[in-house]
């Protein structure tokens, strides 16, 4: 059982269920079963109102880069609130800003030249589609009136984002009515990622997979002002890796159709997969760039989107032209968020982060290889500093009955047992903080293990506490 919640938050909980909308949570289901309270974080723990603490294994959605409370990102908020927390961006400039796109400019590829600043990735996102679709036209282009996107993919929650998501998932299904003109290519998950692979047809498999990307765009490539893709790893589509030779040919396939290549490396950047950038694996560089997540450290939402000098002379012009890119927001570069951007990027040149991700990467092999062993396991994969699996009913080998929420009753009972993790669906997977100790990823997959081997003895679990 869980420590009890000392007296005074009872009343904090009751305002929070009285007024407090929550994202992605069926509200309901907070009557009986109230969110956590956080009062800290540190390193890679949060801290819990019950006075325990847990380790942060999806990084608190994906953000937390360097772990919580990093000194050297507190004091870089500090110094810069103090100094000039924010100013609008429109007319104006700042040197956080600027230190900012030196510092990031040379960690991408070179043809990246112009940085557009935004919120979060979902607003990124909106950038590049709404770049890429103006650029067409201002060179001419005026039928390319579409978009390319990989099924299963996920871009963020706004109504541009939504459009080049999943088709029939649960969020855009019902927006349907309201979304983009897109077209979704399928691509195989790569079996070379899993801890015990079966590469039995998988060439051919490859190569099928190959013509499929020529084919999709012979029939769809005049149309598109742009494709985008989460590089390697599509994460929220329940982390499936795909192999980067498509992506490889997804480049050369926009540039012989005349389509602007997006990468959506908001979740796969900053070292995650292992590299700086997930495309960085595959000598890929494409023609917008959206970041954000780790972009700050997970301390303030900012998110970037980088073009090539091309697309930017698309808009180049008079005023009257017309020709200007008419977006922003109210806070479009905020100071501060730049200055802990910049104290972020600096670690990677004063610390061992990509090392330290390297040692990460080697524990999470370790432990997705142990789970592998389970019978409610199946398809245990690791990419960089991500591992995932898929559970499974042990009695039948196939997923969980989705009514039952398996996968959130796990994260449940995992918090009682000091570890975060948020199933997407019947896929478990770990992303912790790159600062994450190895040992306590060991310790997680021991909890998972204990947890998966509770629920096959006990008919009741797992129950919500």
Known sequence: MP????????DRLALDRAHI???????????????????????CDLLLANGERVLDGISS???????????RLVSALERQAARLDHGMFAGFTHEPALELVARL????????????????GSTAVEVAL????????QRGEKGRDRFGALRSGYHGDTLGAVGVGELENFMTGLFRPLLLACERLEVPEDPRCEVQPDLTGWSERLEGSRQE???????????????IAEPL?????????????????????????GVYLILDEVATGFGRTGTFLASDQTGVAPDLLCLSKGLTGGMLPLSMTWATEAIYGHFWGEPASGRAFLHGH?????????????????????????????????????????????????????????????LVDPATGQGHDPGARFGWRLHRRALDQGLLVRPIGDCLYLMPPLSTPPARIAEAAETLLSLLDESRVDSTWPAVH
């Open 105 to 120: 400019r040379p960690k991408l590829p070179p043809g990246l030249t112009r940085a557009f600043f935004s919120d979060d």
């Open 213 to 227: 990307l020529r084919a999709f765009f012979s029939l769809h490539g005049g149309r598109l002002a742009a494709f």
């Open 330 to 390: 109210s806070y479009t570069a905020n100071a501060t968020a730049c200055a802990v951007a910049c104290a972020s990027l600096a670690l990677f040149d004063d610390e061992p982060v990509l090392a330290n991700a390297a040692l990460l990467h080697l524990a999470m092999k370790s432990a997705f290889t142990a789970l592998a062993a389970h019978p409610a396991v199946r398809q245990a994969r690791v990419l960089g500093t991500i591992g995932a699996c898929r």
């Open 3 to 10: 420590t009890p919640l000392p007296p005074d938050w009872s």
């Open 61 to 71: 959605w994906w953000t937390c880069l360097h772990g919580h409370g990093h000194p």
């Open 233 to 257: 790893v599509q994460c929220a589509g329940g982390m499936r890796m795909w192999p980067p030779e498509l992506l490889q040919e997804l480049r050369v396939q926009c540039d012989t159709h």
């Open 21 to 43: 909308w929550h994202p992605f949570t069926q509200m309901q289901i907070h009557e009986a079963d109230p969110p956590v309270p956080l009062v800290g974080g540190e390193g």
């Open 130 to 137: 709404k770049m890429a679709f103006q650029a067409q036209l």
